[in-house]
């Protein structure tokens, strides 16, 4: 991104990303980060380069990666179900909201890349 605007740019930029794998909740489903909370949880993270989900039951791994640090947010997908027991939850994916933020002079450009990896780990 370049900016030409008379004063300086001062914002944010954000990409989300909706990734699912097999469960939310379930054991050894969780998200690569030092307490691994489990994907359906909710939170954010300051000063990330890159953020996993992991699923070991099916032994795979989601890998997102960037050049410059991050906020991460994440928060599950949801759809809403009528049952015999009344209104439920159902677990789709999560939602990752990555954002950076931008100070750009007149004339200066910014540039960001991720990156996704999925990679196959030995089932549990």
Sequence with gaps: MRWFGDEPFDGRWAVQWNL????????????????????????????????????????????????????????????????????ERIYQGTALLITWPLGIARGREWAQRVTLTLTATPPA
């Design 20 to 87: 699912a794998l097999t469960a939310g909740d379930a054991s050894g489903r969780y998200l690569r980060l030092a307490d691994r909370p489990a994907l359906r949880s909710r939170g954010g993270v300051q000063g990330l380069y890159a953020i996993g989900l992991c699923d070991e039951w099916i032994g795979v791994e989601i890998g997102l990666e960037w050049i410059e640090p991050a906020h991460v947010g994440w928060g599950p997908v949801e759809t809403v179900s009528i049952s015999e027991g009344g209104f």
